[in-house]
């Protein structure tokens, strides 16, 4: 057992290194490419890469699979790797173009004046910038891969498990709860010193894309780029959803009717709409204070759901504690941003203006209208899509509905999880539509 425990952390870290590595790298490279070549991305790329954002992991490694069907790739580290820079591709260059984009060109331009090459350029204005961006980004990627419970699962195979595979694996099948305690608190430490000294002072990216000031035409190089990344974030989605809608029959239908999927829909509704509205209710309570956040995004999802399942077991009450706790970090996160981003003097002006506690209060939220869409959007996907916390902690007469869609994918229903599976995504892309649209009026 140690032997193989060694190994599941030496794929755990290598994996994590090189795809954090390759991220940040290709991300990176596009964002700079841009910014050299004074090329503007265009509209449509910026709601292609927040697109993963919101996929469930499981919806994404079951479209790898078809993808993929036949392929040696399917079921090695190979593919592990692949799965995982499809998402953190998009988010590396999403964080580092936003960085750049706070750069002004005019300093750029004086700097081009005086006799500065794009490789001074880089170390003397761009770097200085990127650096806390770059460390911030990379940390999250790195912590993302190593507490990567779904994709590997699904993926992997049995060559290619990362360490939360094999801690979910102890606790469900061989209920070896001292020797997981051990490894979870040892790495809540290590995640701990990872936040503390990477990502807590120097994580300020910025979700508002600034149209830059000078603007040269894209090139047809830089055009195909930008086509050929769309095209490759939205392949596996495009082929999964159109195979399965293509494959559904009445015999489909009919299975997954009886398999209880639409009754854990409502229940799987009702506990995000509690999840949500309490992180929100906690956030706004918080506002700026990251000290908090910062201590919960040590817990990853196998070591959070270890944690309540010891003390109050597989219940409804445990399973949404558990899905608050992993909810408040990223809620409190942007919610301390728009309060940063508050004019100074927001609140004398309303109080001049003869505003009381409960108004300003008001305007407060109003304030956070855009901010509130972007965290019910995100706590959708992050509930409906989750399913390691659900394995660990739902009670068996009460199951998620991606519990039952992972459920019927493993029991030889392929194509019934399939259906089930774009049912939850049409219900994250309407609720985020419709959430988007109410906070706008």
Known sequence: ???????????????????????????????????????HPPTFLFPIFYLPVFLP????????????????????????????????????????????????????????????????????????????????????IFLYCITSFALPLQLGGIHAQTLEVWLYQRIILYHDYNLVGWITGLQTVIFSLVILLIIRPNLKPQLSFTPPTIIHHSSFFIHFIHACLAIIVLTPLAFFVFKTI??????????????????????????????????????????????????????????????????LGQSKLSLWLALVIGLVPITNYFIAQSYRQLPEYFHNTAKILGANYLQQYLLEINWLKPTISQVIS????????????????????????????????????????????????????????????????
């Open 57 to 140: 992991p499981i919806l994404v490694s079951t479209s790898f699979i078809q993808l993929f069907s036949g392929s040696s790739l399917l079921y090695t580290p190979t593919m592990v790797v692949l799965a995982h820079l499809y998402y953190n591709i998009p988010l590396a260059y999403l964080a580092i173009h936003s960085a750049l984009q706070a750069i002004s060109f005019h300093t750029e331009e004086s700097a081009r004046v005086l006799g500065a090459n794009n490789k001074q350029l880089f170390l003397t204005l761009w770097w200085p910038q990127l650096k806390p961006t770059i460390l911030g980004v990379a940390g999250i």
């Open 378 to 441: 995100l706590g959708i996907a992050f509930v409906f899509g989750d399913i390691a916390l659900a394995s660990l902690l739902a009670p068996n007469n009460a199951p998620t509905s991606m519990q039952v869609a992972f459920g019927l994918l493993s029991s030889y229903h392929f194509q019934v999880g399939s259906l089930a599976l774009v049912c939850i995504l049409g219900i994250i892309f309407i609720t985020i539509c419709s959430t988007s649209r109410l906070l706008r009026r």
């Open 246 to 311: 293509s494959q559904t029959n009445l015999k489909t239908l009919t299975l997954l009717t009886h398999s209880h999927f639409f009754l854990s829909i409502l229940w799987t509704t009702m506990l995000a709409s509690s999840v949500i509205i309490t992180t929100l209710f906690i956030s706004l309570l918080l506002k700026s204070s990251f000290k908090i956040s910062v201590l919960l995004l040590t817990l990853s999802p196998v070591t959070l759901g270890f944690i309540w399942l010891l003390i």
């Open 1 to 39: 057992m140690a032997y193989q425990l060694w190994s599941v952390i030496w794929f755990t870290l290598w994996q994590a290194s090189l795809t954090t590595l390759l991220a940040i790298f290709l991300g990176g490279s596009l964002a700079l490419f841009e910014r050299a070549t004074r090329a």
